[in-house]
């Protein structure tokens, strides 16, 4: 009687078949433009912003969108398009650094509980479903405001409302693969636990933790602008694009459109992009869509 091979997962799409559906995907492909564009905005920004980002000029202030100031001045005749751009840099990298924290700590601890499971499942799910009964925002309010406002205590409040997301999708996703063929094989010849999990099974939870990245950093960026705007995040005079949103919104009344609409356009691009290319990936990466040409 013939005996079959063990079962492993289908090798991930190639980078050439990856760069062939993007670009069969406009939404797609324009989002992953965007963003790109973006990050060489705030990489380049010293060389291509027209005016230094905190220089001002009484002379000015308050400007509205001109040849010399594309995108207007603010209350202290700091031209926008230049604090935009410079903005772009700390949001971005902000966002970037807390998603990327938060991908590393809740993968590993996800794929160490889902492999054991038992009773270590238990008792370690039981203070992450405490941390979810929070809202996301509030929680991150709470953690800014306990550790004082600044840049990195902005990013490491981030990172904690985000763990338990990755925790509980490498968590889950462990639990199904530890039992599939692949897995006992790879038992069977001896491998040590930590191989097992770290070489033969989380790499194969790698797909949906993209995905839940790449639409994570969208949620960042949010956070991240909604806590400047109510004072608990990046604070003035640093370039922000949720602080120049809240110094715009003081000023709708009195008719300076500009000083709100610009930061907030910045903030909505940004993070239509991101899920835009987080859906993409979703498509990409689904192991039933790998047949399609």
């Known amino acids: 009687m013939q005996t079959s091979a063990p079962l492993a997962p289908l090798p991930p799409p190639s980078p050439s078949l990856v760069w062939r559906r993007i670009r069969r995907n406009p939404l797609s492909f324009g989002a992953l433009c965007v963003i790109g564009l973006i990050a060489l905005a705030a990489i380049f920004a010293p060389w291509i ?16 969108v001109s ?13 926008q398009l230049s604090r935009i751009i410079f903005a772009a840099r700390i949001d971005l990298s902000v966002a970037f650094a807390a998603t990327a924290a938060a991908v590393v700590i809740g993968s590993l601890l996800g794929a160490i509980i889902g492999y054991r499971g038992g009773w270590v499942d238990h008792i370690a ?7 979810m009964a929070f809202p996301a925002f509030v929680l991150a309010m709470g953690i800014t405001a306990a550790l004082g406002n600044s840049t990195v205590n902005v990013a490491i409040a ?12 490498i968590r889950g996703e462990m639990l199904r693969i530890r039992e599939m063929e692949y ?3 790879a038992r069977t010849v001896g491998n040590p636990t930590w ?11 790698m797909p949906p933790l993209i995905v839940q990245a790449t639409l994570a950093m969208g949620f960042a960026l949010l956070t991240m602008a909604a806590l400047s705007f109510i004072g608990l995040g990046i604070q003035p005079p640093q370039s922000e694009w949720g602080v120049m949103t809240a110094e715009g919104a003081s000023q709708i009344v009195t008719g300076e459109w500009w000083l709100f609409l610009f930061p907030g356009l910045a903030i909505m691009i940004t993070v239509l992009a991101f899920n ?18």
Do not use: E, K
């Open 67 to 79: 040849w010399r100031h594309p995108l207007g001045t603010d209350l202290y005749g700091r031209d």
């Open 195 to 205: 191989r097992i999990v770290l070489i033969h099974l989380l790499p194969n939870c």
């Open 49 to 64: 912003a027209p005016y230094p980002p905190d220089a001002t000029d009484a002379a000015a202030a308050l400007q509205s």
């Open 183 to 185: 897995a006992d094989a």
């Open 125 to 131: 799910m039981r203070p992450v479903d405490a941390i």
């Open 158 to 169: 981030i990172s904690i409302t985000q763990v338990p997301s990755y925790l509980r999708l």
């Open 276 to 293: 835009l290319v987080g859906d993409g990936l979703r498509d990409f990466l689904d192991p039933r869509m790998r047949g399609i040409r």
